[in-house]
């Protein structure tokens, strides 16, 4: 009786669940089924499955008329250089504040860390007109300076975070035999600080490839648009062709996906940080 | 080297070579300390806190981004005075009190999963992947299902509910509707797992004891569970109200435009359309003013949490 109903109990939960998975993945569903359609089939049915499942047409025309490739391209080289400015100057700060001690430390740790909460709509019209000011309008250049310089406070935190539970002792090991602060810190922060550098590597990536705003507003030509930027501007122009728009959305969206399904560990990590101490 | 006395630390303190090894250390860790943030501050300070700080000054002032005439409080008097304010922030509020619905949501997909059924692993797997999308790509999703004759109200009509199928971005309240559905989407994954997370710090002996005292599952869900949920979720609430004052930029520009009229422009859009659409740069200055103090009092809100709750942890 009683096992009976704890499998009734069980049976109920596993079918709310699938409900809601379902929910969770039909837009995706729909996204992926609909950009194999011709536009006449998605005229005469939006919810009915493509005619021809190998119909790869709508993505061999964004390649051919919206130059995906070199979107992709300037979205992956953009978030290349933040990434690595970023990394750049957020590694060494991260290992100051977590093992160095030095006057000012713990107000300028708070100052940063109070900027995670500054949104960059609040101070993106004066960077455009010191950017504009200095000429890198409409350059990539001003988008990887933006997205390093708001990427910076979050990843700070969070390596530093990582790093003042690594063991002093094998700093000191290192100073001790004689290694400088460059040996020291290739060495032995960097190789031990790795997984706290993928995590925020991951959402760096992600975030930065996913953002609308900043290059909306640094970049006009469309030979400089992101992926991202693309989709969202250039591609919408074409929207009475709904079946292509969605083939440019399934495109912008594979990358971050694929890091997902390789990196999930890392994500859940990384979001519960602040949740679970 | 000197530096070899104090390696191996908490020597016996107060001899005199060991006090002089550790003030010259002490002084190497200064210099070098202060050489290794200096980059990422000047980084920070160039692009964020200097032009911050114009942000307040051009609040006061009418700004085309040539010319800057001081005008006063008439920005401010614009807002408040006329009433924008209100307008914009609606928006803002819409999306806030929708929160508590996703939150129950994600806490009672975070329950269940906790129970430990067949394929837990994989649902939790499925759940996130929508939040791993830009939002500019889910709000043009949105936008296209939600068209006239989109995906959504052919569904309706296929299942005999053509009546309820309407032109859903012409009308504020379903625009909102819409706007909700893909915040929630993209929400539910987060929430579960922050629940989940919390679900599973939670020690098993604690459960067990109640149990033991016969306690039933809902008496234990509402008497012990739940109530230790309090860190996570408050930080669900943080984060996402967070998310509804600052962050609405991407859903509102993919899916409605502001539309229809400008019903559905939150602080951030207007901002952006202040700036970039009329060139009014004071105005969207002072916008920009308010923002940053709403977003003020929620990271004080979130601070103070988590001082809270981590002081607690501790003991």
Not at chain 2, 65 to 81: E, I, M, P, S
Request: charged share 10%; glycine share 6%.
């Amino acid at each position: 009786m009683r096992s009976a109903t704890a499998r009734m109990g069980r049976l109920a939960i596993t079918l709310a669940l699938t409900i809601v998975a379902i929910s969770a993945v039909y837009p995706l569903l729909f996204m992926l089924i609909t950009s194999l359609k011709s536009h006449g089939d998605y005229i005469r049915s939006p919810i009915s499955l493509p005619a021809h499942w190998t119909n790869l047409d709508n993505y061999t025309a964004m390649f051919n008329r919206f130059d995906v490739g070199r979107l992709y391209a300037n979205s992956v080289i953009y978030v290349a250089a933040a990434w690595l400015i970023c990394l750049a100057v957020s590694l060494p700060a991260a290992f100051a504040f977590a093992k160095l001690e030095f006057p000012g430390r713990r107000l300028l740790f708070v100052a940063l860390i109070c900027s995670l909460a500054i949104p960059t709509v609040t101070f993106i019209i004066p960077d455009y007109v010191l950017l504009a000011d200095l000429g890198i309008i409409d350059s990539p250049i001003s988008v990887i300076l933006l997205w390093s310089a708001t990427g910076t406070p979050g990843t700070v935190f969070l390596l530093a975070a990582f790093m003042r539970s690594l063991p002093s002792e094998v700093i000191d090991a290192a100073a001790v035999d004689g290694a400088g602060y460059f040996q020291t810190m290739r060495r032995v922060i960097l190789p031990m600080s790795l997984p706290a550098i993928v995590t925020v590597t991951i959402f760096d990536v992600t975030g930065w490839w996913n953002d609308l705003l900043t290059p909306l507003v640094f970049l006009q030509s469309e030979s400089q648009a992101t992926i991202t930027l693309g989709v969202a501007t250039i591609v919408t122009r074409y929207q009475s062709d709904l079946p292509l728009l969605i083939a440019g959305l399934v495109m912008a969206a594979l990358p971050p996906i694929a890091v997902y399904v390789v990196a999930q560990r890392y994500i859940r990590r990384g979001l519960v940080l602040g949740a679970v101490q | 080297m000197t530096e070899t006395v104090t390696a191996g630390q908490r020597v016996a303190p107060g001899t005199t070579p060991v006090r002089r090894a550790r003030s010259r250390r002490r002084r190497r860790d200064t210099l070098i300390g202060l050489l290794s943030v200096l980059p990422a501050l000047v980084l920070v300070a160039a692009l964020m806190w200097y032009p911050l700080v114009t942000t307040v000054y051009h609040g006061f002032t009418d700004w085309d981004g040539v010319v800057t005439k001081w005008v006063g409080l008439d920005n401010y008097r614009q807002l408040f005075g006329d009433g924008d304010i209100w307008q914009y922030l609606r928006t803002n509020l819409v999306f806030f009190l929708s929160i508590p619905v996703i939150l129950v949501i994600s806490l009672v997909v975070a329950v269940l999963l906790h129970e430990q059924t067949p394929g837990a692993r994989f649902f939790r797997s499925v759940y996130y992947l929508p939040c791993m999308l830009s939002v500019a790509v889910v709000g043009l999703l949105m936008r296209s299902m939600f068209a006239p004759d989109g995906m959504a109200n052919r569904s309706l009509s296929a299942v005999g509910l053509g009546g309820l199928a309407t032109d859903w971005l012409a009308y504020t309240v379903t625009s909102f509707l819409v706007l909700i559905l893909a915040f929630y989407w993209q929400t539910l994954g987060q929430g579960a797992l922050i629940f989940l997370a919390g679900l599973s710090a939670m020690p098993s002996s604690v459960v067990e004891a109640a149990q033991v005292d016969g306690a039933g599952w809902w008496r234990r869900l509402f008497r012990i569970v739940l109530p230790m949920q309090t860190p996570a979720i408050s930080y669900f609430l943080v984060t996402n109200t967070a998310y509804v004052f600052v962050g609405l930029f991407s859903l509102i520009f993919t899916v409605t435009r502001g539309g229809p009229g400008s019903t559905t422009v939150p602080l951030d859009y207007e901002i952006y359309l202040s700036a970039f659409q009329s060139g009014d740069l004071g105005y969207a200055s002072a916008v920009s003013v308010v923002l940053l103090v709403l977003v003020s009092i929620i990271a004080w809100l979130q601070v103070r949490n988590f001082d809270l709750y981590s002081r607690q942890g501790g003991r």
